[in-house]
C-alpha cells in the first residue's frame, strides 16, 4: 500500500472512491468534491490523504486543522473506503498519519464532524454509516452530541414576502438580494454578532453563485440580518442570523423564504438547511422537517 496526499492529479480517483463508498445523498461533483477539499482554507496534504493498492485508490481520508468559535482542533471531514476493499486496514493506516500529524501540530483533538466555512455534513450519519461508526468507535472516538439537518419543501410552494416586507419598511427595515460591494458591511456585522470569520467566508461563498444566493436586511445604513444559500452546495441553507436587537420582528422568517424562493427558481425540488440549531424556528416557519440526524465525535489525542 502507498499513501498519497490529495493533489489535482489524484483528484478525479479521489472523488470516485468518496462517490462510490458514500450514500448516493451525499455525493459530490467533482467541482464540489474540490471546494471541499483542495480548495479548503484549512487543506493540508499531511492529512488529506489516499490509500493506493496495486496502482488503484482504495480509501480516502480528509483531516483538517481548524480555528473554530472555541480553539483549534482537528476534525475528520470525511473518509470513505472502497467496499471491495474494505476490513483490510487501509482507513486506519490513514487515520494513524492523520491524527500523529495532528498531534505533532499541538492539536489535543480530532473530531468527527465539520464547523463552517466548508463541511459536507455536520457529522457522522450513524444510520447510513453504522460501520464507519463501529470503525471510529474502536480508534476511541466517543460520541459528543447530536447535529441534524431540516428538509423544507419548496415545490408548488409560495414564498412572497410582499406584505410582511412592507410592515417592515415601516419600520425602517428594507430586505433585498446583497450587492457584491456590500462583502465590507456583511463582515462588520457578521464580526460585531460574534458569529467569526468562518461564517463570514460560509456566507461569501453564497456570493460566488449567479445570481447570488445571498439576502440580507438592512436598517440605518446598517446590515441587521442575513441568509445564504448554495454556499456548501447546491441545495443547501445557511448560515443565516439575525442582529439580538432585531429579533422577533419577522426579520428571518422574510429572509429564510428569500432563499427558499431563489431556490425555487434555481429548480430545486427541497432545500435541505444544514447543521441546524433553531429547530422551532424552521419548522415554524417554513415547516421544515428534520431529515438527518449526525454524531459529532471525538477523541483526545495528547
Ligand atoms: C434564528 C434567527 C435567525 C431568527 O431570526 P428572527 O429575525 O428573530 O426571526 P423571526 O422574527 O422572523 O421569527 C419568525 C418566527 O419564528 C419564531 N422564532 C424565531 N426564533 C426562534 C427561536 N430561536 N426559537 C423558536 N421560535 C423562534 C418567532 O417567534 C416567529 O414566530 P411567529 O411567526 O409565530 O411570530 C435568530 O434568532 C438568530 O439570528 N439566531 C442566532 C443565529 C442562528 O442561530 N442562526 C441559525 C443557524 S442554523
Redesign the pocket.
Known sequence: MQILPLSESNLKEACSVYNASVDECDNLSLDWFRFHTLDDPDFCPETTLLAVEDGRAASFAHGVRREHANGVSGFIKSFATLPEYRSRRYAKALFQVIESHLAGCGVSAVKMGCPAPRYITPGIDPRLYTPAVDFLMGRGFKYTRMAYNMDAELAGRNFCTKDAEDALKSKGIIIYRMEPEEKDLLAEFITA?G?GKNWLLEATYAMQSNPPGLFVAKKDGKIA?FAACGALRPGFF???????S???????????KKCLSHMQTMGRDTCH??????????H??VGAKVSRIFWEMEKPLI
Open positions: 454578532e458569529w440580518g445557511g448560515p443565516m442570523g439575525t442582529a439580538a432585531m429579533r422577533g420582528l419577522g426579520v428571518g422568517k422574510i429572509l429564510l438547511i444544514s447543521a441546524v440549531g433553531p429547530l422551532r424556528f424552521y415554524k416557519s
